[in-house]
């Protein structure tokens, strides 16, 4: 594809490939610590749009969220992680790339001065505005 200029030049057009946005962190689970990751919540965020990548194959036009359970383990290692709503295979695939890179960032703050593991769900939006 290319774009022709005023001056009759031909430039070739790129791709724009936006991050994902994102959205707050919801905490599920009757009783359990809230896991914080290290710095906060707009850390967590900004840690995410530095490393969030538009899937190459994934149509533009393709928006929504995937929501990822990740388990926080005491140490604030990601142990496992599980993709709970579906987008598309790439948006999914992404997701939990993400959910990935977060192993070690957590604090867990536990019951009781106790820390425990803890099921943490991350909903992810991806748009291309």
């Known amino acids: 594809m290319a774009i022709e200029t005023a ?9 724009i490939k936006p991050p994902p946005k994102l959205i707050p962190i919801d905490c599920f689970g009757p009783g359990a610590g809230t896991p914080a990751f290290k710095g906060g919540n707009d850390s967590l965020i900004a840690f995410l749009s530095r490393y969030a990548q538009w899937p190459e194959g994934l149509p533009l036009s393709i928006t929504g969220k995937v929501y990822v359970r990740v388990m926080v383990e005491e140490n604030g290692e990601i142990s496992s992680s599980t ?6 295979p790439l948006a999914d695939a992404e997701a939990l790339r993400l959910a990935g890179l977060l192993s070690g960032h ?7 001065g106790k820390a425990d593991a803890v099921s943490y ?8 505005e």
């Open 121 to 128: 769900i991350i909903p992810i939006t991806f748009s291309a």
């Open 83 to 88: 993709v709970l709503k579906s987008l598309h």
């Open 7 to 15: 001056d009759s030049q031909s430039v070739s057009a790129q791709k």
């Open 106 to 112: 957590f604090v867990s703050t536990g019951r009781r």
